[in-house]
């Protein structure tokens, strides 16, 4: 694999990561994420933004807590922002009535960053949308897990 890999993940995954409620849920983001640096994967700024937003509001993490996390995200990862492009598209695809239109920002974001695979809770597990699988992480196997993140 090249230095950057072609996973991504939501914005939940990231929460899971540091949230101390369900460890076992945090163990296997923290997983993930581990690899997400490792790779330099792609990852959205649009889920750094809502994870501040989430772990503040629901005090899973001081401000500065928060700040430092997204800090360290940007520096470990391939940030990716929404395009114009990005933006007709999530439209488009929210009117279908299949997504909400954050995931569909989400999507079609991570599609155009060429990812193949979206680990999200919340999405459609095992749908495709053009070259993006969605996988939810916490019900895979750890041999499917470390498959797809390496």
């Known amino acids: 694999m090249t230095a950057t890999s ?3 993940v ?3 995954i ?11 849920k945090q163990f296997i983001a923290d997983k993930v994420i581990r690899a997400l640096y490792a790779k330099r ?8 933004s809502e994870f501040y937003r989430a772990t503040t509001r629901k ?5 500065i ?3 430092e996390f997204v ?4 520096i470990f990862t391939d940030s990716v922002s929404a395009t114009s492009e990005d933006l007709s598209e999530a439209m488009r695809l929210h009117q279908t009535g299949e997504f909400q239109f954050f995931d569909a920002l989400l999507i079609t974001t991570a599609v155009r960053a060429s990812c193949t695979t979206l680990f999200s809770e919340d999405l459609q597990n095992g749908r495709t949308l053009g070259s993006l699988a969605i996988h939810n992480p ?5 041999t499917e897990l470390n498959a797809l993140i390496g």
């Open 6 to 8: 072609h996973f991504t």
């Open 10 to 12: 939501d914005t939940n």
């Open 14 to 24: 990231l929460i899971y990561s540091v949230d101390r409620s369900d460890p076992a």
């Open 41 to 48: 994967a792609k990852l959205p700024l649009q889920c750094l």
């Open 59 to 63: 005090r899973i993490l001081s401000p």
């Open 65 to 67: 807590e928060a700040t």
């Open 71 to 74: 800090q360290d995200a940007l």
């Open 138 to 142: 916490f019900i895979m196997n750890e």
